[in-house]
C-alpha cells in the first residue's frame, strides 16, 4: 500500500508564507509525478504546482511567481513552498503522486492523493 501524508498548513496572514511538505511511503518502485493541487469552498480541484521526476515543473497560472515546488527524490518527498499569500488561496491542498505500486498486479502508473491540509490566508 502506499500513503501520502501532507503536513505544513495553518492560517496565515496576506503576505505571509507558509511550506507544505508530502512524504510518499509504501510499495513504490519510482515516482513519476508529485505535487499539489487544491480545493477551494464551492469550487472543483485545481492544479496548484507539480513536478515530474526530471525537474520540469508546471504551475497555475495564479500561483506563478509566488509558490515553489519541489521534490527529495531519495525521501519520496514533495513541497511546496508559498509566499506572498493572498485570501484567495484559502484552501484545502491535497499532495498528488503519480506512481509506480509494487504491490498492485499489474505494473504501471497509478494516481494517489492524501488526505488534504488547510491552508487559511486571513487577517
Known amino acids: 500500500q502506499v500513503q501520502l501524508v501532507e503536513s505544513g498548513g495553518g492560517l496565515v496572514q496576506p503576505g505571509g508564507s507558509l511550506r507544505l511538505s508530502c512524504a510518499a511511503s509504501?510499495?513504490?518502485?519510482?515516482?513519476?509525478?508529485m505535487g499539489w493541487y487544491r480545493e477551494a469552498p464551492g469550487k472543483q480541484r485545481e492544479l496548484v504546482a507539480v513536478?515530474?521526476?526530471?525537474?520540469?515543473?508546471n504551475y497555475a497560472d495564479s500561483v506563478k511567481g509566488r509558490f515553489i515546488v519541489s521534490r527529495d527524490n531519495a525521501k519520496n518527498t514533495a513541497y511546496l513552498q508559498m509566499n506572498s499569500l493572498k485570501p484567495e488561496d484559502t484552501a484545502v491542498y491535497y499532495c498528488?503522486?503519480?506512481?509506480?505500486?509494487?504491490?498492485?498486479?499489474?505494473?504501471?502508473?497509478?494516481?494517489?492523493w492524501g488526505q488534504g491540509t488547510q491552508v487559511t490566508v486571513s487577517s
Open positions: 498528488y503522486a503519480d506512481l509506480y505500486d509494487t504491490s498492485k498486479p499489474t505494473y504501471g502508473e497509478y494516481d494517489y
Open positions: 509504501g510499495s513504490i518502485d519510482s515516482i513519476y509525478t
Open positions: 513536478m515530474v521526476k526530471s525537474g520540469f515543473t
